[in-house]
């Protein structure tokens, strides 16, 4: 009876039935299932004690094990998922769901090469599942094919429009792309966007804010959302406007689209008038709380990345609703009026038509740094003391794209006693290691110039010890990056592009006086990095910056926390000036 009040939809039902049961019979494993099963409906970790009785009563019933992994792999046991979904493919090679979701874990696990290998299956078996397709999508983008990760996010959302996030995902990988126009990527942007929110193309304009917030009455509510209230950069960043942010003029409200929590998760917590966990929450759910919470500006920190709740800014939860910081480009939703951003990233012009959002430029950068003082930092310029001039990149991988790869090794090939040294945790899956070190290889770069750390265990800035000269990758700059080089004495070369994520290298580079790493094409980034390791009066040039580094950061607008935040409290009075006015 317990098991058909379950299928029938009636949980509280089901889980009184169940109860008795198990009271009366405490080895009853159907009872313990339906019990399982009920719990994880609400999310609830005691889902999993139960599951577990059932699947050692029922070892070769692979649905139930099936289920037992789903809630392993929600509550964040990612190892025994797999586990025990390798068992579920064991028990029945063709089922193509356990395959997905073992593909999907692995790819959790960074396990990434398997991760395909085990799509690949699934997709066999089920070759126009939209998910299976979505995954693999994910996958290829990390092994380093982003042709082939576009080509099955497209298939996928062909198959299924509607996937959010699928389509999220495939408009997060065009900006680590340089095959594609950036009109094109606008475009598609908008189409997708209005496809999946078809009340976006008769979007109404900005409600007005409640009264007496845009002449500083009474405090103006600021709701930030995010997945990323966490050790995460969009977090270390947001920092800096905590800690210093108008407290008699302003409340912030923190919408936290995550379950994992850290030291990082209690600071902002403790900055915020109200912390709110919304990832268990409907779309409708959270616009309803966020209503009543009178929030005046509700900030995306998210854009198109992982967990985001672009949902909500569909339905416009809030008057004036903004993007910032966590994604590199338009949202392509109608219903986001404002996009921070700076003249170096944006200039004025060219960049407002790429954009479906007003563009608010802040005077002196769209973000503020905040390095920790105690870090040490190796002041002297390494290839002073070693015969090898040390190139390295520590971006994430997923952005190294062919063509930096070539002007990487005609900067080898173009130097002597050099070498490059890349970092990104994906470097931890052997296969992406080979896959990256084959394609140096191919174009005639000895192996041994070529080094690959995988991620490190606790303080990796002193990695940055063994640097001279960091290479900035593009079309997608590194962001994070670049301000802990920085902070550790290395100054970046980049080039100057032609979008926002082309460009914030040059932003934070102009930001500490650094213009001379700022690079206006290919050919000029090889010229330059090539100068930096031949010249000898280009390397005194690094050796000077090196000791000085530091100083320079602290004293430039990229650290300047105070000034900063009263440049975004001014944006933020724009904001709801011109909304009002709309």
């Not at 052997?430 to 303080?459: S, T």
């Not at 031949?534 to 430039?556: G, V």
Request: hydrophobic letters at 40%; glycine letters at 4%.
């Amino acid at each position: 009876m317990a098991q058909v009040a379950f299928e029938r939809g009636e949980i509280v039902r089901a889980q009184h039935i169940a109860a008795a049961v198990l009271q009366a019979e405490p080895d009853n494993a159907d009872a313990s299932l339906v019990l399982g099963l009920c719990a994880f409906s609400r999310k609830d970790p005691a889902s999993i004690p139960f599951l577990k009785h059932a699947v050692n009563a029922y070892p070769k019933r692979t649905s139930i094990r099936f289920h037992y992994a789903i809630a392993l792999r929600y509550h964040g046991y990612l190892s025994q998922a797999a586990d025990e979904l390798t068992v579920c493919v064991k028990q029945d090679y063709k089922y193509p769901k356990a395959l997905n979701m073992l593909g999907v874990v692995l790819h959790q696990l960074r396990r990434t090469t398997e991760a395909e290998q085990t799509l690949a299956r699934a997709l066999a078996i089920t070759p126009n599942d939209p998910q299976v397709l979505c995954n693999l999508g994910a996958v290829w983008s990390v092994l380093g094919d982003k042709v082939k990760s576009l080509e099955f996010y497209e298939q996928s959302r062909q198959l299924n429009p509607q996937n959010a996030i699928n389509i999220s995902n495939l408009l997060l990988t065009y900006n680590y792309c340089d095959h594609v126009p950036a009109q094109e990527v606008f475009a598609r942007h908008v189409a997708y966007m209005d496809a999946l929110y078809p009340q976006n193309t008769q979007a109404e304009n900005a409600a007005d804010a409640r009264q007496g917030t845009a002449d500083g009455q009474q405090p103006c509510r600021i709701g930030f959302v995010s997945p990323d209230f966490r050790a995460h950069s969009v977090a270390f960043f947001l920092q800096s406007y905590l800690e210093v942010f108008d407290r008699s003029r302003y409340q912030l409200f923190m919408y936290y689209n995550n379950t994992f929590e850290d030291e990082v998760t209690q600071w902002i917590r403790g900055k915020a008038s109200e912390f709110r966990t919304i990832h268990d929450l409907t779309t409708e759910q959270a616009t309803t709380l966020i209503k009543n919470d009178h929030i005046d500006i509700l900030i995306d920190l998210a854009g198109h990345t992982h967990k985001n709740r672009l949902d909500i800014f569909a339905r416009r939860a809030a008057p004036v609703q903004v993007s910032w910081l966590g994604y590199p480009n338009t949202t392509g939703l109608r219903t986001v009026d404002f996009r921070i951003v700076d003249d170096i990233t944006d200039p004025p012009g060219a960049a407002d038509a790429l954009n479906t959002e007003t563009l608010i430029r802040l005077p002196r950068g769209f973000l503020c740094y905040a390095g920790d003082a105690e870090q040490l930092y190796q002041h002297a310029l390494p290839s002073q003391t070693q015969p090898l001039f040390t190139f390295a990149s520590f971006n994430n991988s997923e952005k190294i794209t062919d063509r930096a790869i070539e002007c990487w090794v005609e900067i080898l090939a173009r130097t002597q006693n050099t070498r490059l040294l890349l970092k990104s945790y994906n470097f931890n899956d052997q296969g992406i290691r080979a896959r990256y070190l084959k394609r140096f290889q191919a174009a005639g770069v000895e192996l041994a110039r070529v080094e690959l750390l995988e991620a490190i265990e606790g303080n990796h800035l002193r990695a940055y010890d063994r640097v001279d000269l960091a290479l900035d990758t593009f079309p997608y700059n590194g962001t994070t990056t670049t301000c802990e080089a920085l902070w550790m004495g290395v100054p970046t070369l980049c080039i100057e592009g032609q979008v926002h994520a082309a460009r914030v290298g040059a932003s934070l580079l102009h930001r500490v006086g650094l213009d001379d790493f700022i690079a206006r094409s290919e050919q000029d980034y090889i010229e330059r990095a090539v100068a930096f390791a031949e010249s000898s009066e280009k390397r005194s040039h690094l050796a000077a910056l090196r000791s000085a580094m530091r100083q320079r950061l602290q004293a430039s607008d990229l650290c300047n926390k105070a000034q900063f935040a009263t440049e975004l409290e001014r944006a933020f009075q724009k904001m709801l000036a011109l909304a009002s006015h709309k």
